[in-house]
């Protein structure tokens, strides 16, 4: 058994209430996905609390996984995992490719439909909280914090799948779902990131009736407030809506004018390069605890990771953020070496098993938002955005870039350092920009296949009948 599989603790199983006539994934089991029978009677201030934490977790637990982290971080070339029990880090990655039916091919989609369905659970049960325990107010706020953690959820399915598409079930339980395209799951997530702005902008700046997990609270910003969510909620429609743009073969000029909107939103209206670097950490995150009854570190506490050193070779002179990287005694295996390992990997210090990780930050959205001046055009606006982030790690400013081409090149390093091990970020951006190929990205190993996306899971296509059920539909 894969030493990153976790079994959710039963206090979240126990949360975890769903909509019966909801079924998003055949392979969200039942003990795992409980029927609304579980909820006793009208729903308490407590009950929302307790359920509101349940779909915070069931998030958590579906992010901190190999999947989400460390997969897509190898097939975008930044590290390595070589393990002598267990090749396929390497054989399935970068010398072959997943096999759908193991952890390599399978992972990233199993527990991200349980925290939707628990987000669903939630969202159906709110309108029949007891109003004398549940204001108005609150049952928007928590509305809305759900249905943007559920189309962040749908998303993160999206960062590792790519075109090969989504499974979304409309309220049937006698069929199976369609596998959304890529097009169609973009503009799903992007109605559900206004249905939940719409929901915390009619709570009237109210706030959650609790206190959420320290990573909506610790880092610059209360996001128990209707305010702060709505900031969030915003830069996580301004993503989409770049990548909207971003996926046709002629870039949509509407996505992009869109996404600057939200993302200034997002940043609190400020001007372009005018985000302070004390403000770039600023964000919501996911936190950590490792030992006693949780017992939910950091998974990318490994010893098995190392930076790959074509990676580490184009940092910049004078980049601090090169202090990500440090050395290692060496590891190989498998056609790979390196003496090179991610700073949050190294085993030695265990403050790394509780190393916070953003789910989204203003120094992304800068970033995200120099993107899409880029492709309007705007590259005096880009580029003040651009340089606001990499003249705070020592480097010179960049010129104002004269192509897409050149900018396009400056935002991919930007990005690449300093969201380097946070996520999919540079793994959708190679792909958005035709950068990971043949003839472009150079091999890791002889018949190096160059992954972009992870499959279909099998037990999905099996459900489906096979694989050749799983073309994803645009309709």
Known sequence: MNPFMRILPLALIAGMVLETSCVESPLVTAVDAPTTEALNGALTSAGVKALT?????????????????????????????????EPRYVTETLSGTPDPASFSGAGGWSLMFTAIRASNSLIAALPGAIPAQVSAGERNVTAGLVQTMKA??????????????????LNDESSLGVIMCKAKTLDYVAALLDSGNTSLVASAGASLGFTPPAGFTAFGRDYSKANNLILMNRGLKGKIDLYRGLQHSTPVASGFTSAITELTQALGGAAPGAVPASAFKTGVYM???????????????????????????????????????????TLSGNG????????????????????????????????????AYFETGQFANGAA??????????????????????????????????????????LVDLRAYGQLRAGVTPAEVAGDPFNTAMPIPKAEADARGGTTNLTPSCS
């Open 287 to 329: 936190t950590f605890v490792a030992g006693g009854t949780e017992n939910t570190p950091n998974a990318l506490s490994d010893a098995r990771i190392g930076v790959n050193p074509k990676a580490a070779a184009a940092l910049q002179s004078g980049d601090t953020r090169a202090s990500k990287i440090i050395s290692r005694a």
């Open 53 to 85: 934490i349940g779909v915070l977790a069931a998030d958590r637990a579906a992010a901190n996984t190999i999947a989400t982290l460390t997969l897509p971080n190898i097939y975008a070339r930044n590290i390595y995992r070589i393990d002598s029990n």
């Open 336 to 371: 790979l070496s390196t003496t090179l390992n991610y700073v949050g990997s190294s085993t030695s210090n265990t403050g790394n098993l509780t190393n916070p990780i953003a789910i989204l930050r203003d120094e992304e959205l800068v970033l995200l938002r120099a993107q």
């Open 385 to 426: 955005d651009l340089n606001s982030v990499r003249t705070s790690y020592g480097l010179a400013p960049i010129a104002v870039p004269s192509t897409i081409a050149a900018a396009r090149t400056a935002l991919l390093y930007e990005k690449r350092w300093s969201l380097f091990m946070e996520g999919p970020q540079y």
């Open 152 to 169: 962040l959820d749908y998303y993160r399915v999206l960062e590792l799948r790519d075109t090969i598409g989504v499974a979304y079930q």
